[in-house]
């Protein structure tokens, strides 16, 4: 289990809602191509959660050797320009990734915690939590503050699996309102139709 483990790669923007943040309080943002992303609000940020969920039609280890590939992930990981593995320790493990981001914002990278579970019914959760002190600073990046999030990934039937992406993030420094509000939407839908073509080739 292992390499299992080493998907943390899978997204430095990731994230596992607050308690404040309740089904009732998701609002529909983007229902297109199989995918549906929903928004909620985050008591005491500035910034919204977003959860992103599709289904796909492949299988629980396809999408597993997927994220498993540090080298590969950033082909479908929206707006990644690098990742790396730091450290894996038992059943959680410990990634660093660079993120692209539109001048003239400064570019973001990201430290993540993840720690994967199985299900019995053959289910992934991978829980992620920002650990943006496990290394120090780089130059030229702005660590993004906090992270909290997960992929669940269900098998459903045989041949099919309903992946849920959700995230809530606080990108540190100066963000535009404009750039925040487009990458809730864009980062869910992105990351997860890029996925989708993979894992059906």
């Known amino acids: ?23 009732d309080d998701w609002e529909v ?16 940020s500035k910034y919204k959660a977003y959860r992103g969920v599709t289904t796909m039609k492949t299988s629980i280890a396809k999408l597993r050797a997927l994220q498993e590939n540090l080298a590969g992930a950033c082909a479908w990981i929206y707006e990644c320009k690098s990742q790396k593995l730091l450290k894996t320790e038992g059943a959680s493990s410990w990634t660093y990734t660079q993120f692209n981001t539109p001048f003239p914002v400064t570019a973001r990278d990201s430290v993540l915690k993840v720690t994967t579970t199985e299900g019995a019914d053959g289910s ?7 650990a943006p002190t ?14 909290e999030g997960f992929w669940k990934m269900v098998p459903k039937g045989s041949s099919e699996v309903e992946v ?9 420094g100066s963000v535009p309102s404009w750039l925040a509000n487009s990458f809730v939407v864009d980062a869910p839908f992105n990351t997860l139709k890029a996925l989708r073509d993979l894992a059906e080739k």
């Not at 992934?124 to 920002?130: F, N, Q």
Request: proline share 3%; charged share 20%.
């Open 29 to 44: 943002k983007k229902d297109a191509d199989g995918i549906q992303v929903s928004l909620a609000d985050v008591a005491g």
């Open 1 to 23: 289990m292992g390499t299992l483990h080493r998907v943390a790669v899978v997204c430095g923007l990731t994230v596992l809602m607050s308690a404040a943040v309740h089904a």
């Open 164 to 172: 849920t992406y959700q995230v809530h993030t606080e990108p540190g």
């Open 124 to 130: 992934i959760l991978r829980k992620l939590e920002g």
């Open 134 to 147: 496990y290394v120090p600073d780089e130059n030229g990046f702005v660590r993004v503050e906090s992270v």
